[in-house]
């Protein structure tokens, strides 16, 4: 039998979304505020060993490219705050110049980035300057190339700019470790897709929020989704795939593949063994990057589902982080979570 990889010191994390990614506006006074060492101290507290930081491209250069040091002072910052408490880091690009997974941004072309060389040379330069400066800490930090590739139709031309990518990096840092995932906003279906150098230190990554039409529900982002929408968990597949057939946004994702199980612990063995299978023939980790429910949600639900996902994380080793700390409509120290923080506490 073939045992899969595991993905040291990044196997229970939480993600830093809506800090220096997903702000509300660029404002220096937030980015110095959001997120201080207190917060990185009490992640510490509850037993995490590393956090997601998702970082967008505008914080680290201006549109010209001109590098941002306040910027890269934020990560520096996380970097040391989590180094005195025993965490590692995980670096994420979540918006790229020319590209971002970002629904409400309609009128993006979210194909371009993949055959644009001049765009690509661009994120390729941000790139080198990232790993230039974290460089000397790759036993703690790892770094993710891209958040999210959409289109499913862009996987050749992310394989091959995800494999120019790997090459790079490990010129700079041999030893580093880097997460790539597939497309389809990092479903878990589509890591079988990923060809890329498969090497020491590769680690496979994917998201999983299924089903969506109980960790989406009202979600405002979600073109077609009604604001009192509300469904609980679990309920049948048949609820949830006909949920989809009226909402269209949901309309899709691993509730609607054949022979799967009901929902509960063996359908998220189900939907993950395809990813499984794909990490223990290449002899690389498997890690989720992103899972959670939407603050929407009830309470009840919330910790059935993070039960039974959890179980099936720990069963097969599967690393992952927790979207997310604070606000996104998903923190878990926002006022809502804070009926059930200490029961989440115990089962992180």
């Not at 390729?124 to 036993?139: G, N, P, Q, T, V």
């Not at 999210?148 to 990096?169: F, G, Q, T």
């Not at 409509?329 to 992180?348: L, M, N, P, T, V």
């Amino acid at each position: 039998m073939i045992i899969m990889k595991g993905f040291t010191g990044f196997l229970k994390g939480i993600n830093l979304g809506g800090w220096i990614s997903q702000f509300a506006e660029y404002d220096p006074v937030h980015f110095d505020t959001f997120i201080t060492e207190e917060d990185i101290e009490l992640i510490a507290s509850l037993g995490f060993d590393h956090v997601r930081v998702p970082v967008d491209y505008n914080v680290l250069e201006d549109e010209e490219g001109v590098l941002i040091e306040d910027g890269f002072r934020h990560l520096e910052d996380c970097r040391r705050w989590c180094e005195k408490r025993g965490l590692n880091m995980l670096i994420d690009l979540h918006e790229c110049y020319g590209y971002s997974f970002d629904p409400l941004k309609v009128d993006m072309n979210r194909h371009r980035f993949f055959y644009d060389s001049a765009l690509q040379e661009r994120f390729l330069k941000l790139w080198r300057e990232i790993a230039e400066r974290f460089r000397d800490y790759s036993d703690q930090v790892a770094f993710e190339p891209l958040n999210e590739v959409v289109p499913e139709d862009v996987a050749d031309a992310w394989n091959d700019l995800a494999s120019r990518y790997i090459r790079m990096m490990k010129e700079i840092i041999p030893d580093c470790r880097l997460v790539i995932g597939g497309v389809c906003y990092n479903s878990v279906l589509t890591v079988p897709l990923i060809n890329v150098p498969v090497q020491e230190g590769i680690v496979y990554n994917f998201h999983c929020y299924e089903p969506m039409a109980f960790t989406h529900q009202g979600a405002y982002w979600m073109y077609d989704m009604p604001s009192d929408f509300r469904i609980g968990y679990p309920k049948t597949l048949e609820e949830y795939r006909s949920a989809g057939r009226t909402i269209e946004s949901i309309n899709g994702g691993a509730v609607y593949r054949d022979n799967i199980r009901e929902i509960g612990k063996g359908f998220f063995e189900d939907i993950f063994a395809p990813a499984i299978e794909k990490a223990k023939q290449d002899g690389v980790a498997l890690y989720c990057g992103e899972y959670g429910v939407i603050d929407l949600a009830d309470n009840e639900d919330k910790l059935r589902w993070l039960q039974d996902i959890h179980a099936v994380f720990e069963k097969y080793g599967i690393g992952h982080a927790l979207w997310n700390y604070k606000e996104k409509d998903f923190g878990i120290r926002d006022e809502r979570f804070a009926a059930i923080y200490d029961r989440f506490s115990k089962i992180i």
